[in-house]
């Protein structure tokens, strides 16, 4: 390296690293924190102006108070059974997620990812969007496939990658496809669905469809390129998209100041580009269902994308591969002061006089069976650990799918292949 | 029938297919009220509308993202990226998503989409205007790489990556855009007018993906090229008299191993042409493919005429392209080992 | 493609694609242009924190008025020599650009770029730079070399790819690089150089050093990955670095709004990124540098990245493979309402009285002799035709600097080449 | 002396370097107090401080540009990309800025700078966390390769890579990172601590870039193979009685001709194995350089055993991975012919 110049008037730089605000051993501190009153926020026009939504992307639309009451110009004054059917989906994803990790945890699979305390973000949008919107997920909104009514049972089936998955077994468990329920594969390369996403839009709007597209990110993947195209390209051809970045705080684990969240915040990414951005308690499921639905509005009125920061908490690790307690306090989670999206719901019905403590309990015991019988059925088809050993999926599939048509040298590939597996066997 | 350029050519086939179906959209930079820095797509803006021939932002990986949405929705985009040498910000998406998205989805999603591009040198284009990355999508299952070397098939070649229900990257030799080339730098160049390939007819027609052309026969050695090359392979064959057998492959992947088969044990001899640098280019596994195959009638090695191993050169291009000395030396050496 | 579904309740979509305001035959307009009255903008510490700078992102910073006045807070008192130096800089760039492009027109070269009406963009900048910060520029900023003493010849050779091109005419024409002259090598691949050059600023701050990185990038190319990387980088680790966004309102026959222009300003990006952003007159020599020095005292106080937009036009084609008069109205370069950077430099110097008609014309006349003469001189060496024909260059250096060392494969490519060249000859 | 695994020989190695040369610097995705999702890193940020080891934005084309920004300015970035999955985001970076700058500068500006990933399969990680994308770059000059398979060589050969003034692209094994494997999936796994090249030296020494080992000597056919596939070349030679010489080839650009070309004359069969999909793997580079070198020395084809040309399947691992009956099938076809 050559030597610096000698510079005897100049101040001597120095490299910023972000750190978060506690490292394991520190007091959780969550004091940076800025919570406006629920209600305080007001509602610009679905139809306005982007720049209208600017003030929003830098403080947080709130409906539910403590008290477990909507209030405010984002109450989205739903019906009770709307309300119960989301605490209802809610639950279950949290049951699911409980269930799929512990047979992670018995061999039963290679890997999984929990989405707790993130269920509002993918249930409540699931129920403000149309049923046959497009919706382009990452590995954390489980909640849209629960909230579409997506057989459990095909969802562990993926996870197991056994007989029965529809997946064939290709995709690492948590990458679920769903076209009949307008759920598009989820893909490992992170941001990618964005963009993506937004070509969906443009396409639905070049063929002047109604159906939007909804699109969801997680905080540390908005630093990808992709991210970029994407609020790029929605903006330019005023795309029907609905842009998701779910602010859970963690990128396994780096903290969101590592993607820029110690500057701004992510919706006021929306402000750079000139589009409309509103940023959401994520983990109130009324004010993540009242932005989805304006969003959405705005969307269908032609009046392009919304960038939406869903500001929430990842509650446990990033995946059944890691241990968070190495880099953040244990108790970060249940000390995350908007708390938990489906406790705040049932508070709310309680509130309103729609629920009780024994339609709780008879709910939660409806779910904790309709999860068990699901995976009893799904394991019927087999596990991991089975599939392994004995290929019960037919092996020569392996070779489908490569292309419409399989091509000579699949073929050669794939009777190697199966003479492999004849040798294998004597 | 029409006398055509390829630039006309594949306008054409554009045309043809944005009137047949209007799930056929066309996007990338420039491409637009513009039509293009090649002028491919002139004039479809202005026929179809701005809503299925737009201008893209300068951002490759949205530009095949934004195609890959298209298609998954059900459209047939054909993406331009202006030159090959800018499709690397868009390689994440080729390759990690297009090229994948029917298989781990077990066919549920598919993209009908093709991604043109103009590839290679010959017009002292520098390191950014001359490269052919060909082999890293080679290399990329759930990819096809067609690669057209005249009017006629490059007009047929694009109807059928349209049409067919798979990625297809579709690489076009912009050396050869107004004219066969065939290496020989210092001599005047003709115009496709006069080769029998630029009688291109006016309607639909399609040339198939994965079937390669015996563009000459021949009895004392095998030839295999694509693009700019099969140009010089054939005039380098005429230059040094040599009775060899040209083959266009057109397709790259799949490759029409058939063709290559039969004629490498008529001929005992094969030599590889490309313009890509030499290591890990397509042509070591061509090599590689002839050797495992036809290896008991080989009689001398596959030899590889190729790009040096160093980036494009601007000003020292006639000394790094493969023209007919460098390919007419291995032609001698497969011969004479 | 399946049936869209009937949704006779829904909206129908259609997809917006962005025109700019006139198309050849069509009368130029420029009346979306705003332009705040020079001075009108006030000046924050460059110490503020980055919210500060916001409201500037979206207005102009000017100095100059139309009568060639220096106004408002902005204005840099910058001594007459100094301003002498840079009319004669951003002159001399001017008549190389014609001498270089006519050139190419007479076949002695392949390729050339002009960056008429940017010429104060890099003139300016490179003046309020010191001397040992680190340039990456785009191909448009030969300024920046011109203001830095970097030898015509040298330029020029780079040009001709002759004998003498230090880069051993492996470069497309324009793509310069020096780094003694703290200049580095311009990538034809668009936008790589920002994220470099982030990269380059931070290792300063890494090593306590005290120079800064500045960066030139398109307005076209601000939708590249890399831009965001860039942005997103320099934020998060307040890296000593100016992004400058030079907005000359195309992007090859492209105008600004396919890269987001019609919705919000370039210097709003910085808004997203919560880094400092400015916007400016980028034809007022004065104002582009009073910015560029706000920034990079900025930077050097470790506040880390400013945006700035430099708002300008690009008066003439794309390069010599271009011809906008089939995109956009001939006359348009001619009406833009900010005028020639040349000019409105030399009409301040007129209104401070220290420059007038006689010293003008000789200064002409002075510069266009030193360019023929640098022209003669180069044209020595050899130019692109010549060189073509009897490779000048020894060929076997095409084989170095692909690696520190030549490998054997490389060793053996050479001998080929050396084989064929003989046989070429004979 | 110590016994280490291949992340502590890494990890070791990252501490020798940073302890000799206060140039040398780490970034990447989680690599800062984490110490990396395989903890290569760890303890660096604690001992070298956060100016010197820190996380990254999941940008890897950011990632890998201030890397080159950094080694512009005279440092030695080692960038650690999560997985080479993930490389592809900065695929263009690598391919047309790395690759290029000293050569585009002729010799001014150039890269010590090394891309450290995790690549390969045998872990059940799907298309995502299984792949081995080292072809792709072994066909961009300016860039070198190197793939180690065992902990003494992966300390020393990444401290050779750190030295190097050329950009480095360094693949892991990770499949290996805890214990050599075999290929035998369903036979337990010996931990590195029962082979010998788990005795590294604790301090700094070097193994050269450029040159392979001969890691089993053997007289009737020559076995190339680098990462994993060593330990299942090894293994595939004992189990199935063939007296194979085994390469472990350790840098792929530049690949050591004189070792390859000196066992192929002397067996005159040759087999290549690899991870990667076939179709234009670098084992058609490999292929085609043999035949081309001593083709009057091969007394059969050279085969290939490698992954199949499709993305790589979840649960279907064992059926795509080249291990010992794939490889013995190869071996068996090199010997018959
Ligand atoms: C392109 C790419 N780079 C890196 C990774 C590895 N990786 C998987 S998840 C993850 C963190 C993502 O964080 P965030 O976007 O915040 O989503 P979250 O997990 O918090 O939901 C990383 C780095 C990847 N999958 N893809
Ligand atoms: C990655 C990449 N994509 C495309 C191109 C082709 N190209 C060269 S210049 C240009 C337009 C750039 O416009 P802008 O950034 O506004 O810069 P300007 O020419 O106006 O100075 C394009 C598309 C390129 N060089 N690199
Ligand atoms: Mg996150
Ligand atoms: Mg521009």
Redesign the pocket.
């Known amino acids: 390296m050559t030597k610096q110049p000698e510079r005897p008037n100049r101040p001597v730089l120095s490299l910023h690293v972000p750190e978060p605000s506690a490292r394991p051993g520190d007091e959780v501190d969550f004091s940076h924190v800025a919570i406006p009153p629920a209600g305080s926020v007001p509602r610009p026009d679905p139809h306005a102006p982007a720049a209208e939504t600017h003030p929003l992307a830098t403080t947080l639309v709130r409906v539910l108070d403590d008290a477990g009451r909507a209030v405010g110009p984002w109450d989205p004054k739903l019906d009770a059974d709307t309300l119960r059917r989301m605490l209802r989906d809610m639950m279950l994803v949290r049951v699911y997620d409980d269930r799929m990790y512990r047979a992670q945890r018995q061999g039963k699979t290679s890997f999984y990812m929990k989405s707790t305390g993130e269920e509002a973000v993918a249930v409540a949008a699931a129920h403000a969007l149309d049923r046959d919107d497009m919706c382009f997920p990452t590995y954390r909104q489980q909640g849209l496939l629960v909230a579409r009514d997506y057989p459990l049972v095909e969802m562990m089936c993926q996870i197991y990658s056994n007989r029965r998955d529809k997946l064939k077994g290709r995709q690492l468990p948590v990458m679920y496809s769903d076209r009949a329920h307008g759920f598009f594969s989820i893909s490992g390369n992170l941001a990618t669905q964005v963009p993506q996403a937004v070509g969906w839009a443009m396409a639905s709007a070049i063929k002047g469809d109604s159906r939007i597209a909804a699109a969801w990110i997680g905080d540390g993947s908005t630093a990808e390129g992709d991210f970029h195209a994407a609020c790029t390209f929605a903006g330019v051809y005023r795309a029907p998209a609905v842009i998701n970045v779910v602010n859970n705080q963690w990128a396994i684990s780096s903290f969101s100041g590592i993607a820029g969240g110690e500057l701004t915040t992510f919706a006021a990414r929306a402000v750079g580009y000139g589009i409309a951005g509103l940023r959401v308690d994520g983990n109130d499921a009324l004010a993540v269902y009242a932005a989805t639905r304006w969003a959405a509005d705005r969307a269908r009125a032609n009046h392009g994308p919304t960038l939406i920061e869903m500001f929430t908490y990842r509650v446990e690790g990033h995946s059944t591969s890691d241990d968070p307690s190495v880099y953040r306090p244990k108790e970060a989670g249940a000390k995350w002061p908007l708390g938990d999206p489906v406790e705040r719901l049932r508070l709310h019905l309680v509130a309103l006089g729609e629920w009780d403590e024994a339609r709780h309990e008879q709910l939660a015991a409806e779910i904790a069976d309709e999860v068990r019988t699901a995976q009893r059925e799904a394991e019927k088809h087999g596990t991991l650990v089975s599939s392994t050993i004995d290929f019960p999926q037919d092996v020569r599939t392996m070779f489908d799918d490569v292309y419409a048509e399989l091509p000579w040298h699949l073929r050669e590939q794939q009777a190697q292949m199966v003479a492999e597996l004849e040798a294998k066997r004597k | 029938m029409s006398v055509m350029n390829m630039i006309q050519a594949l306008n054409s086939a554009h045309d043809v297919m944005m009137a047949r179906d209007d799930n056929v959209v066309v996007l990338g ?2 491409v637009g009220y513009f039509g293009g820095v090649f002028r491919v797509t002139e004039g479809l803006q202005k026929k179809y509308g701005r809503a299925r021939t737009f201008d893209a932002p ?1 951002s ?1 990986g949205g530009i095949v993202a934004a195609a890959i949405g298209m298609a998954a929705y059900g459209l047939r985009p054909v993406a331009e990226i ?2 090959a ?2 499709i690397y ?1 868009g390689f994440d998406q080729i390759v990690s998503e297009a090229g994948r998205m029917r298989y781990r989805t077990a066919g549920e999603w598919y993209l009908p989409m093709v991604i043109r591009t103009p590839y290679g040198g010959g017009i002292f284009g520098g390191q ?1 205007h001359s490269q052919s990355p060909e082999a890293l999508f080679a290399h990329v299952a759930g990819l096809k790489t067609v690669i057209p070397s005249n009017p006629y098939d490059a007009k047929g070649l694009l109807i059928a990556a349209i049409e067919d229900d798979d990625p297809v990257l579709f690489f076009e030799p912009k050396r050869i855009y107004n004219g066969p080339f065939d290496g020989f730098f210092d001599r005047p160049v003709t115009p496709w007018a006069k080769h029998p390939k630029a009688e291109v007819p006016d309607d639909y027609y399609t040339v198939p993906l994965g079937k390669a052309a015996v563009v000459r026969e021949g009895a004392d050695l095998t030839v295999l090229a694509y693009g700019t090359m099969v140009h010089v392979a054939l005039a380098t064959a005429e230059a040094n008299g040599i009775d060899a057998e040209v083959i266009d492959l057109r397709t790259i992947v799949p490759v029409d191993i058939e063709t290559i088969e039969q004629s490498v044990r008529k001929t005992g001899r094969c030599v590889v042409v490309h313009e890509a640098t030499r290591t890990g280019g397509f042509g070591a596994e061509l090599a590689a493919l002839v050797q495992e195959r036809c290896f008991y009638h080989l009689e001398a090695p596959v030899q590889r005429a190729t790009g040096f191993d160093t980036p494009y050169p601007h000003s020292l291009e006639w000394a790094y392209f493969p023209g007919p000395i460098r390919l007419g030396t291995a032609m001698q050496k497969a011969l004479e080992d």
């Open positions: 930079e420039d300068i490759e202006q030159f040498d800018y910000p950014t």
